[in-house]
């Protein structure tokens, strides 16, 4: 592995069903985010994670749950899925949270919500 | 409340020089960022700025006016995989990076 990895690459959902987005990075991080991009809007900030163990919400965190059991790891999970969820997902990481730290993204999941 | 204007979207053609500008009003200010999004992939940081003047790397540029609010984006000798979005991003108060819609370059031979 190199970089952040994500899992599915695309997904069609029934609404309603649970789903959960997967990414790991092996860059030894400690931030950690998860973003959604919709046609004709910036980047999104639905959580993030400055460290194993905590998360914290973003802007759009409705509906989304996340856990950072450790380092590498940061799941995203819709627990019931909706049609307005319908996006593409991009998990990303940096050194730090905040500051000029660059954040890395994975190449993201294509969530189609039906 | 917080806003990131950028175009929609620029033509020009391979060779030239384009400016793509970025303008914002945000709570507080820990820097600017500009990423590049080819169409189906992930962002990728080209800059970052906290102080006002011009930061040069290779064929592009960024610049930043913290009293006026507005940064550009300078790509020289365009090349045709220069095709992309080019995203502009701001560090708020929060160390939360707030992200503009993006501005599609088009390319033309």
């Known amino acids: 592995i190199a970089g952040i990895t994500q899992a599915p690459t695309s997904q069609i959902l029934a609404a309603g069903r649970r789903m959960t987005l997967r990414c790991t990075q092996d860059m030894r991080h400690n931030a950690m985010y998860w973003y959604r991009q919709d046609l004709g809007l910036g980047l999104r900030l639905i959580h993030y994670s400055n460290t194993a163990g905590t998360t914290g919400k973003g802007e759009v965190p409705d509906g989304y749950s996340v856990s950072r059991a450790n380092t590498d790891d940061f799941p995203l999970t819709l627990a019931s899925a909706v049609p307005s969820q319908t996006s593409v997902y991009f998990c990303?990481?940096?050194?730090?949270?905040?500051?000029?730290?660059?954040?890395?993204f994975g190449p993201g999941t294509r969530l189609t919500v039906l | 409340g917080q806003n990131i204007d950028q175009p929609t979207e620029m033509t020009a053609t391979e060779g030239a020089i384009v400016q793509i500008n970025c303008t914002y009003q945000?709570?507080?200010?820990?820097?600017l960022f500009w990423y590049q999004q080819h169409a189906g992939e992930a962002p990728t940081f080209l800059s970052y700025?906290?102080l006002d003047g011009l930061e040069e790397k290779g064929r592009f540029s960024s610049f930043l006016s913290r009293s006026k609010g507005y940064s550009y984006l300078l790509l020289k000798e365009l090349q045709m995989k220069d095709s992309a979005s080019y995203l502009c991003a701001i560090l708020d108060s929060n160390y939360q990076l707030i992200w503009g819609a993006g501005t599609k370059l088009i390319i033309k031979p």
């Open positions: 945000t709570s507080g200010f820990n820097g």
């Open positions: 700025n906290v």
């Open positions: 990303a990481s940096s050194e730090e949270r905040g500051g000029r730290d660059t954040q890395y």
